[in-house]
């Protein structure tokens, strides 16, 4: 089961990064730094925020606390990346350490204990605590490539209008067991 664990974690956070940068394809470049209003972030400061997350939690996942002296979260949420390639750099380096810390990890670490601001975690509470935290801020960049690209929007999911047919597909085949981002990953490692 420890095993199915770790394989399952990295799906979702694979699918999570995949939701991301479909959204990241459909918005125009000056547009990824477009905020609402002063008090909200843009898909770059998102990413900001991400990026500096999962390098503080993911840098020497196992020995050091989660939230390192060197980050500074406050200034994540300044909106001052200036390019697409620099909000992609960030936002690979960001999954780059959170993958690369999840591969080393084994059935026997789950139990392991660790901490994030000084805050027990075994290793599975910490995965599944980001398992929640990026998902969140993902849906985020989502909701704003929607509402960015307005009627030219292409679904991420299963589009309005073909839930039926979408389930009447999936009930037409064998039962099996399978994760549900296998369908969208097409088995590729992220």
Same mark, same amino acid.
């Given at each position: 089961?420890?095993?199915?664990?770790?394989?399952?974690?990295?799906k979702q956070f694979e699918y999570y990064k995949m939701l991301g940068e479909k959204t990241?394809?459909? *918005?125009?470049?000056?547009?990824? #730094? +477009?905020?609402? !209003?002063?008090?909200? !972030?843009? =898909?770059?400061? =998102? *990413? /900001?925020?991400?990026?500096?997350?999962?390098?503080?939690? +993911?840098?020497?996942?196992? &020995?050091? @606390?989660?939230?390192?002296?060197?980050?500074?979260?406050?200034?994540?949420?300044?909106?001052? =990346?200036?390019?697409?390639?620099?909000?992609?750099?960030?936002? !690979?380096?960001? +999954?780059?350490?959170? #993958?690369?810390?999840? @591969?080393?990890?084994?059935?026997?670490?789950?139990? &392991?204990?660790?901490?994030?601001?000084?805050?027990? $975690?075994?290793?599975?509470?910490?995965?599944?605590?980001?398992?929640? $935290?990026?998902?969140?801020?993902?849906?985020? =960049?989502?909701?704003?490539?929607?509402?960015?690209?307005?009627? &030219?929007? *292409?679904?991420?999911?299963?589009?309005?209008?073909?839930?039926?047919?979408? !389930?009447? @597909?999936? #009930?037409?085949?064998?039962?099996?067991? /399978?994760? #549900? &981002? @296998?369908?969208?990953?097409?088995?590729? /490692? *992220?």
């Amino acid at each position: 089961m420890a095993t199915d664990y770790l394989a399952s974690a990295r799906k979702q956070f694979e699918y999570y990064k995949m939701l991301g940068e479909k959204t990241f394809d459909q *918005v125009p470049d000056e547009k990824l #730094f +477009w905020q609402y !209003n002063p008090e909200s !972030n843009s =898909i770059a400061a =998102i *990413v /900001k925020h991400l990026w500096g997350n999962m390098l503080s939690r +993911w840098t020497d996942f196992l &020995t050091s @606390d989660g939230e390192k002296e060197w980050r500074d979260r406050e200034a994540e949420f300044d909106n001052d =990346i200036q390019t697409r390639q620099e909000l992609l750099d960030k936002w !690979n380096e960001g +999954w780059t350490c959170l #993958f690369s810390a999840l @591969d080393t990890l084994t059935e026997a670490d789950l139990g &392991t204990l660790i901490y994030i601001r000084n805050m027990g $975690h075994t290793v599975t509470e910490a995965i599944n605590r980001q398992l929640a $935290h990026y998902p969140y801020h993902v849906g985020q =960049i989502v909701f704003l490539g929607k509402m960015i690209c307005d009627d &030219t929007w *292409v679904s991420l999911s299963i589009p309005r209008g073909t839930s039926k047919t979408y !389930n009447d @597909d999936k #009930f037409a085949q064998p039962r099996s067991k /399978k994760h #549900f &981002t @296998d369908e969208f990953l097409d088995d590729k /490692k *992220v």
